[in-house]
Antibody, heavy 118, light 106 residues
Framework: EVQLVESGGGLVQPGRSLKLSCVAS????????MNWIRQAPGKGLEWVAY????????YYAETVKGRFTISRDNAKNTLYLQMTSLRSEDTALYYC???????????WGQGVMVTVSS | EIVLTQSPTTMAASPGEKVTLTCRAS?????MHWYQQRSGTSPKLWIY???KLASGVPNRFSGSGSGTSYSLTINSMETEDAATYYC?????????FGGGTKLELK
C-alpha cells in the first residue's frame, strides 16, 4: 500500500524558516518524481514544487521561487521542503503527492499544517 | 500558466439527480484530471486522462471533453458524492487546478 506521511509543520513567525518532510512507503521511491502541493484554509489547491526521481530536474511555483527548496533523500525514502522567508500567505496545509504521466497525482499524503503568524 | 475555471462554484443536488460539473481551460490541454475532496480529508484522484475512473470510483461517474472544455458527470447523485471536486491540467507547466465545485446534498 502506497503511503505518504508528512511532518514538520507548525506555527512560525513571518520571516522565519521551517522544513517539511514526507516519508514514502509502499513503492520504489527512487523511481518517481515527487511534488509539494498546498491548500490555504478554505481555499483551493496550489502546486508548489516538483523534483525528479534523481533530483536532476526541479521546478517551483513563482510564488515560492527563491524562498523554498525541494530536495529528496532516496536512501531514506524521504522528500523535503525547506521554506525560508515565510509570509502569512504561505499559511496552508502542505501535501506531498506522487505524479504520474501525463501529469496527474495518484497518491497524496494526509497533509501537514503550516501557520505563519506573529 | 493555464487558468482553469470551474462552474458552478457551489451546487446542491437531490439523490438520484443527474449532475454535471464543468471545467474550462484558458488554453487547450491534452487531458483533464479530477479530484474529489471530502471535508477534512486529502484530495483523491477521481478521474484521470479526461475519462478514466480511478480505482474504486463508482461507474455512475464519467468524464468527457477536449481542448478547453471538460466535464464531470454523476449519472445519479448519491449521499456519498457530496464533496468538492477539482479539475487539474498537467499538459503545460506549471500544473494548475481549478477553484473547485462544492457539491452538496439537497
Amino acid at each position: 500500500e502506497v503511503q505518504l506521511v508528512e511532518s514538520g509543520g507548525g506555527l512560525v513567525q513571518p520571516g522565519r524558516s521551517l522544513k517539511l518532510s514526507c516519508v514514502a512507503s509502499g513503492f520504489t521511491f527512487s523511481n518517481y518524481g515527487m511534488n509539494w502541493i498546498r491548500q490555504a484554509p478554505g481555499k483551493g489547491l496550489e502546486w508548489v514544487a516538483y523534483i525528479s526521481s534523481g533530483s536532476s530536474y526541479i521546478y517551483y511555483a513563482e510564488t515560492v521561487k527563491g524562498r523554498f527548496t525541494i530536495s529528496r533523500d532516496n536512501a531514506k525514502n524521504t522528500l523535503y521542503l525547506q521554506m525560508t522567508s515565510l509570509r502569512s500567505e504561505d499559511t496552508a496545509l502542505y501535501y506531498c503527492a506522487r505524479p504520474v504521466q501525463p501529469g496527474y497525482f495518484d497518491y497524496w499524503g494526509q497533509g501537514v499544517m503550516v501557520t505563519v503568524s506573529s | 500558466e493555464i487558468v482553469l475555471t470551474q462552474s458552478p462554484t457551489t451546487m446542491a443536488a437531490s439523490p438520484g439527480e443527474k449532475v454535471t460539473l464543468t471545467c474550462r481551460a484558458s488554453s487547450s490541454v491534452s487531458y483533464m484530471h479530477w479530484y474529489q475532496q471530502r471535508s477534512g480529508t486529502s484530495p483523491k484522484l477521481w478521474i484521470y486522462e479526461t475519462s478514466k475512473l480511478a480505482s474504486g470510483v463508482p461507474n455512475r461517474f464519467s468524464g468527457s471533453g477536449s481542448g478547453t472544455s471538460y466535464s464531470l458527470t454523476i449519472n445519479s447523485m448519491e449521499t456519498e458524492d457530496a464533496a468538492t471536486y477539482y479539475c487539474q491540467q498537467g499538459s503545460s507547466y506549471p500544473p494548475t487546478f481549478g477553484g473547485g465545485t462544492k457539491l452538496e446534498l439537497k
